[in-house]
């Protein structure tokens, strides 16, 4: 068979579980995957495929068959412009949490400080928010900490991979103990966990089954618990003129903002490329 119809193949089968465009998008990037090249050099190839690629073929179709996500499969991931390397132990990044890290970008390039902003990323999983801040803003110095160390070590890969010189920690976030032997910063920034366990069983196979539950679900008893300690922790470790920068839930984005402002700051919503209601900047009161 041709390299174009085990395409035509594995895309047939692909649609078993997906629909046709997603079937099509998935082993487009399967393809290249293997073979290196672009659809529109594949388009029409009449050469025919390895048996080395047709065994991975067959290894990827089965485990896709699964629901698993084809990043896991591929251990691969774009974010940002750039590709970053994932597993399960790691969340996948969202093109929302693209908008968060511009958002960052916007701001801090804005502000023509001559100074050296100091950031930390709470809860890094991939490492895709800082190695993108470093890639963009050299003259910053990031800490991104998280308490897997399994997530912790795909950071650093992709760190290495991007050349992005990074402080990594691992630490419990929620302990406040932990809090005491670290800095002040003038950037906050944070994609925690922020959906409610109740809700669990409406999501995707491909989510429940293979991403991390610890990066993905809070507690029903309190589902706010990470923004809550993030503005704890802002109090005595968010700089004069400091920010927090946020991902939410779409459906709770006030209740965090109130949480927000609960504890003297100025929070303002932004909508995402879906018009939800997805990021939240809160600043330092001047008057606090």
Request: hydrophobic share 35%; with cysteine; net charge negative.
């Amino acid at each position: 068979m041709t390299t174009t119809e085990h395409y035509n193949d594995f895309k047939t089968r692909l649609e078993i579980i997906y629909d046709a465009r997603e079937a099509d998008n998935i082993s487009d990037w399967v393809f290249e995957n293997i073979t290196g090249k672009k659809k529109w050099e594949r388009r029409n190839s009449t050469m025919e495929m390895e048996d080395e690629n047709i065994l991975l073929l067959k290894d990827y179709l089965q485990q896709l068959l699964q629901h698993k996500p084809v990043q896991y499969v591929l251990n691969e991931a774009w974010f940002y412009k750039r590709k970053f390397y994932v597993n399960e132990n790691v969340l996948i990044p969202r093109p929302e949490t693209e908008e968060l890290v511009e958002w960052v970008l916007k701001d801090v390039k804005n502000s023509r400080s001559t100074e050296k902003f100091k950031i930390i990323d709470i809860g890094t999983g991939s490492g895709c928010i800082p190695v993108s801040l470093k890639k963009e803003l050299q003259f910053c110095e990031i800490t991104a900490a998280d308490i897997s160390e399994d997530a912790l070590k795909v950071a650093k890969k992709n760190a290495d991979t991007h050349n992005s010189e990074i402080q990594f920690v691992q630490l419990d976030f929620l302990d406040g103990s932990n809090w005491n032997a670290m800095p002040s910063y003038d950037i906050i920034v944070s994609n925690p966990p922020y959906i409610p366990f109740s809700e669990k069983e409406i999501l995707d196979k491909n989510v429940t089954r293979f991403e991390p539950l610890i990066a993905l679900f809070v507690e029903d008893s309190d589902p706010f618990i990470f923004y809550k300690k993030i503005a704890s922790f802002a109090l005595n470790h968010l700089k004069k003129n400091g920010s927090i920068y946020v991902e939410v839930h779409e459906q709770y984005a006030r209740e965090v903002t109130s949480i927000f402002e609960n504890s003297g700051l100025n929070a303002v919503i932004k909508k995402d490329i879906y018009d939800k209601e997805r990021i939240i900047k809160a600043s330092i009161n001047c008057s606090r």
